[in-house]
């Protein structure tokens, strides 16, 4: 329920970078219902280590439940 950006800033100040917006695909958004909130995008690379994907899903659980 929250905007893109928010969820983005609220990452941030875990140091985690994510990008927030439309992505350059306003009719994948239109499909979705995502084109007035936006998404949040992560990337993952090879490099990316199950530690680091851990941290993420936690951050992301403990600022979703502080809603």
Do not use: Q, Y
């Not at 329920?1 to 695909?25: K, P, Q, S, Y």
């Not at 009719?27 to 199950?50: D, P, Q, W």
């Amino acid at each position: 329920g929250w905007d893109c950006e928010t969820v983005a800033a609220r990452l941030a100040e875990h140091g985690i970078a994510v990008r927030a917006g439309l992505h350059c695909a306003p009719l994948a958004h239109r499909s979705v219902g995502t084109e007035r909130c936006g998404t949040v995008r992560i990337s993952c690379c090879g490099e990316n280590t199950m530690r680091e994907a851990e941290r993420f899903c936690n951050v992301l659980e403990e600022i979703t439940r502080r809603k």
